[in-house]
């Protein structure tokens, strides 16, 4: 949310200064005052004339009916996990969004996200893909959007997707997004959870091919891991989990997944429940 407001300000202060800097010019035309003194001045007054305005605009935010819905969404998250309140209020954003008003991208994607995980989570991928057809997909990998989270967000739906994709068996898809997101991501400088999250990705992709000795050594890389977006990310183990299943090891996915809820339980127990979906849907015995 920090990166939101230096990107909001950032803006308005540039768009005041290009209008003071072009009144510094006309005065010393007008007035032969010399740009040495008036410059600075500008400078000082536009980045007071910006946070004005910026506290303005933050104001009429607070007061914007969907974003106290936002706010009440999110806070009933991080208290209750995915509740039938929480979803309820998902479906109310997303009826304003489609027969209304569109939403701004910055609040939508998590009244879409969030959901389409979850019904990931407890098998109903059909129901997932209606929630994620519903993402503009320009918005979400917007330079605006990329600079406020570092692409998160665009990773996040990748994530979300890829595995409805996968479950769903639509390999075309997969490739698509892992092609994508490579093309986005893998670059020598990128972020700890970006390199996280393309694992997870190429993880996928992976399984979908039938490659699985790369998707282990993938699976196996993730666990090695050691900065801190990889500590607080217990996906990694469910990721192992659902390989070892896949190679039909059910006692190892199932000690995976233990390490996964304990992890859960130290860092986000309201998400607790989630794994717990996956692991009653797997038929593992823990």
Known sequence: MKNVFVYTYGLLFLIVLAFAVM????????????????????????????????????????RDPMAKLHQEYMNEFRVNGVSEKM??????????HVNVKPIGITYFKDFVLLPADH?????????????????????????????????????????????????????????????????????????DFQAVILDSLEFYYLLSVCEYEKAKEVA??????????????????????????????????????????EKTEKIAPVLKPEYECLIKRWGLEL
């Open 87 to 96: 979803l309820s209020m998902a479906d109310q954003a997303i009826n304003e």
């Open 220 to 261: 196996d890389r993730m666990l090695k891991y050691d900065n801190k977006f990889a500590e607080y990310y217990p996906t990694k183990y469910a990721i192992n989990a659902e390989l070892e299943l896949l190679l039909g090891e059910k006692e190892k996915a199932a000690e995976f997944m233990r390490t996964c809820l």
């Open 23 to 62: 009144l510094a010019i006309l005065i010393h035309q007008l007035t032969g005052a010399s740009l040495l003194i008036l410059i600075p001045v500008m400078v000082v007054l536009s980045a007071l004339i910006a946070l004005v305005i910026f506290k303005v605009l933050m104001s009429k935010e607070k």
């Open 119 to 191: 019904f990931n989570m407890i098998g109903d991928f059909d129901r997932a893909m209606k929630y994620l057809q519903l993402i503009d997909e320009n918005e979400i990998r917007s330079k605006s959007i990329m600079f406020i989270d570092n692409g998160l967000s665009v990773l996040t739906y990748f994530t979300v997707k890829i595995y409805t994709l996968y479950s769903l068996k639509d390999r075309e898809g997969i490739k698509k997004i892992y092609d994508e997101a490579k093309n986005i991501f893998e670059k020598p400088d990128k972020k």
